[in-house]
C-alpha cells in the first residue's frame, strides 16, 4: 500500500502562482510514476502532468509552459509549479501514484485549487 499526502492549494487571484507537493509513503517501489489529475465541477477529470522516477515528464496541453512537475526520490516527493493562473485551472488537484511493476495505482486525497478575482 501507498499513502499519499498533498499540501499546498488554496484560492489565488489570476496570473498568481500556487506550488501543490504531494509526499509518498508506505511500500514505494523503486520505478513508479507519480502525477497530477484534475477535476473540475461538472466535468471530467483529466490529466495534468507526470513524471518518472528518472525525471521523464509529461503535461497536457493546456498547462505547457505555465506548470511545471519535479519531484526529490529521496522524499519520495513530486511538486506542481503552477504560474500564470487562470479561472479554467479551477478544479481539486489530486496526485497519483503508479508502481511500474504492478501497474497498482494509488491516489491522495485531492486539493481545492481557486483562481478567482
Known amino acids: 500500500q501507498v499513502q499519499l499526502v498533498e499540501s499546498g492549494g488554496g484560492l489565488v487571484q489570476p496570473g498568481e502562482s500556487l506550488r501543490l507537493s504531494c509526499k509518498a509513503s508506505?511500500?514505494?517501489?523503486?520505478?513508479?510514476?507519480m502525477g497530477w489529475y484534475r477535476q473540475a465541477p461538472a466535468k471530467e477529470r483529466e490529466f495534468v502532468a507526470s513524471i518518472t522516477r528518472g525525471g521523464i515528464t509529461n503535461s497536457a496541453d493546456s498547462v505547457k509552459g505555465r506548470f511545471t512537475i519535479s519531484r526529490d526520490n529521496a522524499k519520495n516527493t513530486v511538486y506542481l509549479q503552477m504560474n500564470s493562473l487562470k479561472p479554467e485551472d479551477t478544479a481539486v488537484y489530486s496526485c497519483y501514484f503508479r508502481a511500474t511493476s504492478t501497474g497498482n495505482a494509488y491516489w491522495g486525497q485531492g486539493t481545492q485549487v481557486t483562481v478567482s478575482s
Open positions: 508506505g511500500s514505494v517501489f523503486s520505478t513508479n510514476v
